[in-house]
């Protein structure tokens, strides 16, 4: 059930937006969502702690809701009333002690596209906050090499205490610019690029994207991308995967992207993508005169009005 933010009608939509998501999708329902609530929700961390053992330690005061696509992950509700409601999961001991990492439900899935495996040496490029790069490491079993790279110093404090409260402890953390990894030499058997965007998917977390909106920071922040993007793919080795995701639904920072790698490079194959229990939305296959590959169309493109959650868009490709 949906619960909106009050006030919102106070809030400015320019007219420049509501035009463009009128053509990408059901503006009505996109708003409606969007100035909504957002369902809290959590990952177990089975690097401590085992799912069912999570769930019976805090079932006597949350109420834990199976996200279907990903069987660590919960939608969390505190079983109280009145004053005696909470909503304050990060002060729980289970947070504090790593058992939980506090995640969206749409940002869990482009680890579970990533796939990563024991053994491996993986790249998360722009690593803070650290919920995807715990999520990797936990799927290795602490097994392999993870990088977590950030190009900010102060992106840093929360990704190193993140990664050390969650005992990924096969991640080794670095500060540069994500292009840089180019001038490496270091070969990666997979590669998550979960690119800098307009955030234009968060807005049910973050009013303040509406009134920053403006079509020129698309396309500036669309050309970093772009090298961002460029920089995974050629850092993999053979038969490697890159995963490229935003929390964006421009389709400059997504669909655009993803066009651009696939027709400079020969050798990079799109790969469907289907997890279970989640309801895909319609890939944007034009766009402002822009036609982009049919093979667009195994991309996976989230609203918040299609599973209640967070907007997000995800990229599933292979090095041949």
Request: charged share 30%; glycine share 6%.
């Amino acid at each position: 059930m949906l619960n909106p933010i009050p006030n919102t009608e106070e809030i400015e939509i320019k007219q420049g937006f509501e035009e463009r998501y009128s053509k990408l999708t059901d503006w009505d329902e996109f708003k409606k969502y969007s100035l909504s609530f957002l369902r809290r929700s959590i990952r177990v961390n089975t690097l401590k702690m085992a799912v069912e053992e999570l769930k019976e330690r805090m079932q006597k005061d949350w109420s834990l809701t199976q996200i279907p696509w990903c069987k660590q992950g919960f939608w969390i509700d505190h079983k109280g009333k009145g004053e005696d409601y909470r909503r304050d999961i990060g002060n729980t001991i289970e947070h504090q002690l790593g058992y939980i990492y506090i995640q969206e439900a749409a940002s869990m899935i482009p680890p579970l596209v990533l796939d990563p495996k024991p053994g491996e040496i993986i790249l998360d490029m722009c690593a803070a906050p650290g919920s995807k790069s715990t999520q990797i490491s936990q799927y290795m079993q602490n097994k392999g090499i993870l990088i977590a790279n950030d190009f900010l110093g102060k992106r840093l404090a929360p990704l190193g205490i993140n990664i050390q409260r969650t005992s990924a402890l096969n991640t080794l953390i670095t500060l540069m610019k994500g292009d840089w990894f180019a001038k490496s030499g270091i070969k990666f058997d997979k590669v998550l690029v979960d690119a800098p965007c307009s955030g234009t998917g968060t807005i049910r977390k973050s009013l303040k994207t509406l009134r920053i909106w403006n079509p020129n920071m698309v396309k500036k922040i669309a050309n970093e991308q772009k090298r961002l993007i460029e920089t995974g793919f050629n850092i993999l080795k053979e038969n490697g995967i890159l995963v490229y995701s935003t929390c964006s639904l421009e389709p400059e920072e997504d669909e655009a992207i993803i066009d651009f790698l696939i027709k400079k490079y020969d050798n990079a194959r799109i790969e469907e993508i289907n997890l279970e229990g989640l309801k895909k939305g319609s890939i944007i296959t034009e766009f402002e005169g822009n036609r982009y590959s049919e093979e667009i169309k195994k991309c996976l493109r989230i609203w918040p009005q299609d599973n209640d959650t967070e907007g997000f868009f995800v990229a599933k490709i292979k090095k041949l």
